[in-house]
């Protein structure tokens, strides 16, 4: 059984935690896009694990891990990531598979990424600055593009870095006045990327094929969320690869009619990082509260996530694109204390309803929301473990977001920890 896990907002859904406890009944948990702009908690015992390149199965050492074609890798963090998992004792030798044919995302990428913000002042898209956008530009234009595989060929490598770094010179020079690419320097970088992680690197295509033949089952886990998908998000205020499930067999080599099911995370409220219309804001003591409440802090980057109420149209047009059987739901005890909850679930726009998201930004900046009003519930959820102990309200919560949403809901967070979770 193979199964893909997706976010379905703007990012930070959950999906580490669903999949490291989905990766228990998995062989194999893959990356397919992004890159180290991702942040994927997983909290284990009360310790806790923050990954970035890594998939979330590699806290589990019996699981296997790949990272395929559609990821930008950085090798500083995921080579920092490898050796922090060492030190935990969680060793990857044997069990991690890195694609020669993903990109790789090198420090000229990181500069251009935070030039590019700065120069455009309050018109930025408040990015990470892990050089995603320009990495993936690179990838795309062809021409001056590093994959992982050519840190295997140092000669050409080498004469790769001088062309590229004559061109990104000229370009840092006219476009911001300076920043000089040392291509000797970036090159001897490469060396050591190729020595540390040499014998990671495979044909992940043929290894992620070979696993399905004989049976075993690979879980993919998507970065993001699909409204911050490149080609069906918020545009221009999205990532730079497609995050939603769309993006797995691209990104993956593996075809969407071999996955036998979609998973869907979102949260039980709304939040986002980073610049983008967000229809259900709570630009007040609300999401503030939210924001408490729910550590809506960055595991990236530490900025604060704006927070707002669930969107269901969002999550309904997520989830069709995304092809999604069913929801996990995180954060439900979040909730916990609040009077009263809503769920957008029409927009009103130029004065028509639509219960259709529309990812046009100069459409959704029109939005006015029309909500459902719940009444919430005071209990702490976070110790139950069953959907019949929650209370009424919370059931009902549940039950209206499957109603509005069209999804099923079959995981519940009740918490951080790996195991407050309710499996239905
Ligand atoms: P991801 O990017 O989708 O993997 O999500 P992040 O790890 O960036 O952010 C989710 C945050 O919520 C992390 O700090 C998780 O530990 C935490 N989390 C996940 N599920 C729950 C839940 O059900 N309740 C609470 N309170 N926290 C949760
Ligand atoms: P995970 O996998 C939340 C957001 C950034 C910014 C926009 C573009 O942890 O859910 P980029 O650096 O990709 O060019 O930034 O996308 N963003 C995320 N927001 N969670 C993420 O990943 C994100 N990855 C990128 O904040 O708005
Ligand atoms: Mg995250």
């Given at each position: 059984m193979n199964s893909c896990i997706t976010g379905l907002q703007w990012g930070d859904e959950g999906k580490g935690k669903v999949v490291d406890i989905l990766a228990e009944k998995s062989d194999v948990v893959v990356r397919y896009a992004g890159g180290a702009n991702a942040g994927h908690t997983v909290v284990i015992g009360g310790h806790k694990f923050a990954l970035h390149l890594l998939p979330s199965g590699s806290v589990r050492q019996d699981t296997a891990c790949v990272i395929a074609n559609g990821v930008v890798i950085d090798p500083d963090c995921l080579i920092q990531e490898i050796d922090s998992l060492r030190h935990r004792d969680i060793g990857l030798e044997g069990r991690l598979f890195i694609s020669e044919n993903a990109h790789v995302v090198l420090d000229y990428h990181k500069q251009e990424d935070q030039l590019r913000e700065q120069s455009l002042g309050n018109s930025k898209l408040g990015t990470t600055i892990r050089g995603i956008g320009p990495c993936y530009a690179d990838k795309i234009g062809r021409s001056y593009a590093v994959r992982v595989g050519d840190f295997k060929e140092p000669e050409y490598l080498r004469q790769k870095l001088q062309k590229i770094a004559k061109f990104k010179n000229n370009y840092f020079k006219a476009m911001y006045g300076g920043d000089e690419v040392d291509a000797d320097a970036i090159f001897s970088k490469c060396l050591i990327y190729a020595e540390r992680l040499g014998d990671f690197i495979v044909d992940t295509t043929e290894h992620l094929h070979n696993a399905i033949s004989v049976g075993k089952s690979v879980l993919f886990e998507g970065a993001q969320g699909a409204l911050l998908?490149?080609?069906?998000?918020t545009f221009p205020y999205v990532t730079s690869s497609n995050a939603s499930s769309l993006g797995m067999a691209a990104g993956s080599g593996?075809?969407?009619?071999?996955?036998?099911k979609y998973m869907g995370v979102v949260k039980s409220y709304t939040t986002r990082v980073g610049e983008g219309p967000f229809p259900t804001e709570q630009d007040n003591e609300i999401g503030s509260e939210i924001r408490e409440r729910g550590n809506e802090y960055g595991t990236t980057t530490g900025r604060p996530r704006r927070c707002g109420w669930f969107d269901a149209v969002a999550v309904k047009y997520s989830a069709l694109i995304g092809g999604i059987d069913e929801l996990a739901m995180m954060?439900?005890?979040?909730?916990?204390?609040?009077s009263e909850l809503k769920i957008a679930k029409a927009y009103r726009i130029d004065g028509k309803e639509t219960a259709f998201f529309p990812s046009n930004c100069a459409k959704l900046s029109r939005v006015e929301c029309v909500y459902e009003t719940l009444p919430g519930w005071d209990d702490d959820v976070s110790c139950i473990r069953t959907f019949e102990q929650l209370p009424a309200n919370a059931r009902a919560y549940v039950a209206k977001i499957e109603e509005l949403t069209g999804c099923p809901i079959s995981i519940i967070g009740?918490?951080?920890?790996?195991?407050?979770t309710i499996i239905r």
């Open positions: 998908d490149l080609d069906h998000g593996v075809p969407a009619k071999l996955v036998d954060h439900l005890d979040t909730l916990s204390g609040m009740v918490g951080p920890g790996r195991e407050q």
